[in-house]
C-alpha cells in the first residue's frame, strides 16, 4: 500500500509536511515499509514534532531506517560540539594535556629558533625567476563547442550488418579487456626532480621537509599509485634518510614487485636499525620471491623470537616452507607448524604504525597430506625431517603406522 | 564506525571579538593565529592571538585604512612569515608581523574588492617561486610574485565586451616541480575555470550552477589529485583530477550538506582524505573521501576518463546560528583548527581520533 493509496481530503488525514497519511506514523506500518524515501520522510515528520511528539517511534523509526540506509542523509542531527562531558575522565585528561604540552613545546622552539636568527639569511638567489612578466590571457565565457560524434562503429542495415564480423568483434572485446586501466597521467611522474636542493636549509627545516615528503608518499600508497609512492620516499630520503621512509619505500617496492630495489631498502634500515621488525618481515618476501628460501627462513625466525604472536611472520613461513617442499633443497627446517588459512596482508605505514587494511588473499588453503604429518611430526629430530622430505608421500603414509 | 571511534570535534576556546571577522590563518611553526577584518568605523584590522593556559591572549592589533578581507601565508618563507593581505580597495599588501607599519609589498592590484587570496611556494609546499593569487569582483584572477614590482605575473581577464563575474575563490594546485602550476577560480555564477600556468592556457572549465564559495586542491605541492569546490545552495563537488577526459572533463561526485550556503572547505594537511565544510547554519561537517576500486576507465570511445569514489560524513557539530565564514587547520598539530564566523566570535577547536582514520 502506497501513500497515494489513501485518498487525500485537503489535508485531512495526513501531515502537514509532506502530506503523509497519519495511518503511516504508527509502529507495524514503519516495520513493514521497506521504502527508504517514503521513511525518511516519516522520519523528518516525526522528528519535527508537528503532529505531535512520539519519542519511541521517533526511535523506531531511526533504528528502522539506519538498518536499511545507514548512510541516510536524513539520519544526520544538528549537535553541539562535544564538551568533557562526552569524554571519560581518562581520555579528557589525555586530549587536555596533549594539547598543553603541544602549545608549550612549540612556543620554546618558537623563541629559540625565531629569535635567534635576527637577520634572515637571503634565500631568494635560490628561487628560480620571475614567471614570464606580465602574460595576459583572455578568457572567453564559451564552453568547448562539442565535436560531431564519429560514426558509430556498429552496422546500422541489412547490407552492413552482413559484412560485420563476429570472431573479430568479439576478440577485440576481449583485448580491450584485458588491458590494464591504468591512470593515465603518469608523465608527471617524470617530470618530479628525485633529488631535493637541501642547500641552506637548517636540520629543523630538513626534518620538516622529509616528513612531508614521506606523509606524501603515505598519501600516494593509501590510494594505490605505489610508483608515485616510491617518488616522494625518494624525495624523503635525498633530504633525510630515515628508517621509516626506507621500510616504506621496500613496502611500495613490495607492491610493485621490484624485489630486488625492496631488498636494497630493506638492507638499508637493517643496517640503520638491526632488528627492525617490519624490514626483516620484507627482506623475507623479497628472499621468497628471489627463491632464496633459507635466508627468508632465517629472518622469519628472527622474527618469531622476538615476537612469536607475529601473524604476518606465521603466515609467510608457512608459505616459505610449502615452496621449500615443493624444490628440493638440502637445507635444514624448523617447522612451527600451525593450521591456519594463509592470507597475505600487506599493510602501509605512517610513524604511527596504522594499518590500511588492504588485503588481499593469496588463496592457498590447499594442505597437502606431507604438510599435515609436518606438523604432526614436529618433534623428530631434523635427520628424520630431511630424509621424509625426500620421501614420496606413499612412503610418508606407511611411516606413520609405526608411530 | 562506532560512535566510540568517530572523531570528536571540541570547542576548545571561543572569544567574543568587537569587529567583524572575514578570515583568520594560523602562523606556521607556532601555537599563534591572525584574525583579519574590519572595525564598525570602517578600518581593517589584523589581530594576532596565541594560545595560553588555554584561553585566548591578543598579542598585537594592527589597525589599517581598508577593510581587510582575506589573508594567507602560504607564499612566505617559514623564517619570514609574512603575511598577505587582500583588502575592499583591491590592494594586496604583504606585512611583516613583527613591524606592521610599513608594508613588505603593496599594490593596487584589483579595481574592487579582492574576495579571494592564496599563496603557494612558501613554507616548504610546493616548488618553484613563491607566488600569490587574487580574485576580485572586477572579475579578474591576477597571480603576483613579491620580487616583481606593480605588475602581476599572469592575469586572467574576461575578453572584451564579456560580461565580467565576480571571482569568489581561487585555489593554487600541482605545483609539484618547478614549471607546473594550475590556478583554479571559481565565480558567482557557478563557473569553475583551470587555468594552466606553465603554458598560460585555459586547461579545463564547467558549471556546477550555483556561485562558487570555496575551492580547495587536496593537496598543492602534488600532482593533482582531488578538487573540493563547495557552492550555494548546500552542495558541495569533489572533482578526481587524475584523468582528464577531452569532452567529459574531471569526474566529479556531489554531495548536500549544510541545508543552506557551503562557505568553505579545507583539507586535513596531514591527511588529504579528510576535509572540513563549513556551512551558512553555523555548522561544520567532517567528510573523509574514499577512492573506487578502478581510479579511471575506458569509455566507449576507448578514451580514458576518471571514476569518482565517494564521500561519507564521520561527524557534524554546530558551533553558532551565524555563517561560519573562514576554516584553517593547523599545519603543526593534527586536529587543532580555528575558525570565525559572523556572530564575531572566533574559535578553537580540536578534532580527536583523526589519526586512526
Known amino acids: 500500500m502506497t501513500a497515494k493509496d489513501y485518498p487525500s481530503f485537503w489535508g485531512f488525514g495526513t501531515t502537514k509536511m509532506f502530506k503523509i497519511p497519519v495511518e503511516h506514523l504508527d509502529f507495524k506500518y514503519i516495520e513493514k515499509c521497506s521504502d527508504v524515501k517514503h521513511l525518511e520522510k516519516i522520519f523528518c515528520v516525526l ?22 540506509a545507514p548512510e541516510s542523509r536524513a539520519l544526520r542531527k544538528d549537535k553541539p560540539p562535544a564538551t568533557a562531558s562526552s569524554f571519560t575522565a581518562e581520555e579528557w585528561r589525555h586530549i587536555d594535556s596533549d594539547i598543553k604540552s603541544w602549545v608549550s613545546e612549540i612556543k620554546k622552539e618558537d623563541e629559540v629558533y625565531f629569535h635567534e636568527t635576527e637577520t634572515f639569511p637571503a634565500m631568494e638567489d635560490n628561487l628560480p625567476p620571475v614567471r614570464g612578466s606580465n602574460s595576459r590571457l583572455h578568457v572567453s565565457k564559451e564552453k568547448y563547442s562539442n565535436s560531431r560524434p564519429t560514426k558509430k562503429k556498429i552496422p546500422r542495415d541489412y547490407a552492413e550488418w552482413d559484412k560485420f564480423d563476429v570472431e573479430k568483434e568479439c576478440s577485440k572485446i576481449d583485448e580491450d579487456y584485458k588491458e590494464k586501466t591504468v591512470v593515465n597521467n603518469k608523465s608527471y611522474l617524470s617530470k618530479i626532480e628525485t633529488r631535493i636542493g637541501t642547500a641552506g636549509l637548517t636540520e629543523k627545516e630538513k626534518t620538516c ?65 638491526p632488528g627492525n621488525i617490519k624490514a626483516l618481515l620484507r627482506r623475507a618476501t623479497t628472499y621468497k620471491h628471489q627463491n632464496k628460501l633459507q635466508e627468508a627462513l632465517e629472518d622469519l625466525n628472527k622474527v618469531l623470537n622476538v615476537e612469536p604472536d607475529n601473524e604476518l611472520a606465521k603466515k609467510t613461513l608457512l608459505e616459505v616452507e610449502r615452496d621449500m617442499k615443493n624444490s628440493e633443497p638440502a637445507s635444514k627446517t624448523q617447522t612451527k607448524g600451525t593450521r591456519m588459512v594463509i592470507q597475505e596482508v600487506e599493510n602501509s605505514e605512517d610513524e604511527g604504525g596504522k594499518d590500511s587494511g588492504r588485503t588481499h588473499k593469496d588463496g592457498s588453503g590447499v594442505k597437502s597430506k606431507s604438510s599435515l604429518l609436518f606438523w604432526f611430526f614436529k618433534n623428530i629430530p631434523f635427520y628424520m625431517m630431511s630424509w621424509l622430505k625426500f620421501s614420496s608421500t606413499t612412503r610418508i603414509l606407511s611411516l606413520s603406522n609405526f608411530f | 564506525m562506532s560512535a566510540f571511534e568517530k572523531p570528536q570535534i571540541i570547542a576548545h576556546i571561543q572569544k567574543g571579538l568587537n569587529y567583524t571577522v572575514f578570515d583568520c ?19 581593517g584590522v589584523v589581530q594576532l592571538y596565541e594560545i595560553q593556559h588555554g584561553d585566548l591572549k591578543l598579542l598585537r592589533e594592527i589597525e ?61 609546499i610546493g616548488e618553484g617561486a613563491p607566488e600569490i593569487v587574487t580574485g576580485s569582483r572586477d572579475g579578474t584572477v591576477k597571480v603576483w610574485d613579491p620580487r616583481q614590482k606593480d605588475d602581476p605575473v599572469a592575469n586572467m581577464e574576461p575578453v572584451q565586451g564579456e560580461n565580467k563575474r565576480d571571482c569568489w575563490t581561487v585555489a593554487f594546485g600541482n605545483a609539484y616541480n618547478q614549471e607546473e602550476r594550475v590556478v583554479c577560480a571559481g565565480y558567482d555564477n557557478g563557473d569553475i575555470k583551470l587555468f594552466d600556468l606553465r603554458n598560460m592556457s585555459l586547461r579545463w572549465e564547467t558549471n556546477i550552477k550555483n556561485g562558487v564559495c570555496s575551492l580547495e586542491f587536496d593537496r598543492k605541492d602534488i600532482s593533482m589529485n582531488k578538487l573540493v569546490a563547495t557552492s550555494l545552495e548546500g552542495k558541495f563537488h569533489v572533482f578526481d583530477m ?53 581510479r579511471s ?61
Request: proline fraction near 4%.
Open chain 2, 297 to 357: 576507465k575506458k569509455d566507449s570511445e576507448g578514451v580514458e576518463m576518471g571514476v569518482a569514489g565517494s564521500v561519507s560524513l564521520l561527524q557534524n557539530v554546530t558551533l553558532s546560528t551565524q555563517p561560519i565564514s573562514s576554516l584553517d587547520w593547523s599545519p603543526d598539530k593534527r586536529g587543532l583548527c580555528i575558525c570565525s564566523s559572523f556572530d564575531q566570535m572566533v574559535r578553537v577547536l580540536i578534532v580527536t581520533k583523526l589519526h586512526k582514520i
Open chain 1, 47 to 68: 522528528r519535527s514534532g508537528e503532529e505531535g511528539y512520539y519519542p519511541e517511534l521517533t526511535e523506531f523509526c531511526e533504528k528502522r531506517l539506519k538498518g536499511l
Open chain 2, 25 to 43: 590563518k594560523w602562523v606556521p611553526c607556532s601555537a599563534k593565529f591572525v584574525t583579519m577584518g574590519n572595525f564598525a568605523r570602517g578600518t
Open chain 2, 64 to 124: 589599517k585604512a581598508k577593510p581587510i578581507k582575506c589573508g594567507t601565508f602560504g607564499a612566505t618563507s617559514l623564517q619570514q612569515r609574512y603575511l598577505a593581505t587582500g583588502d575592499f580597495a583591491g590592494n594586496l599588501h604583504i606585512w611583516n608581523l613583527e613591524a606592521p607599519e610599513i608594508p613588505v609589498y603593496s599594490v593596487k592590484g584589483h579595481k574592487e574588492i579582492i574576495n579571494t587570496i592564496d599563496g603557494v611556494g612558501g613554507l616548504g
Open chain 1, 209 to 273: 621537509l622529509a616528513t612531508r615528503e614521506k606523509e606524501k608518499g603515505n598519501e600516494a600508497f593509501n590510494s594505490g599509485d605505489y610508483e608515485e609512492a616510491v617518488m616522494y620516499y625518494t624525495r624523503s630520503i635525498s633530504v633525510l634518510p630515515t628508517v621509516v621512509a626506507y621500510n616504506n619505500r621496500a613496502q611500495a617496492e613490495l607492491k610493485l614487485q621490484n624485489w630486488n630495489s625492496a631488498f636494497w631498502d630493506c638492507e638499508k634500515v637493517l643496517e640503520l636499525e
Open chain 2, 242 to 294: 587524475r584523468t582528464q577526459h577531452p569532452t567529459k572533463g574531471f569526474a566529479s561526485v556531489s554531495e548536500k550538506a549544510h541545508k543552506s550556503t557551503v562557505w568553505q572547505v579545507r583539507h586535513l594537511p596531514q591527511n588529504r582524505e579528510l576535509f572540513l565544510t563549513a556551512g551558512g547554519t553555523g555548522s561544520l561537517h567532517l567528510w573523509k573521501y574514499e577512492y573506487p576500486i578502478q
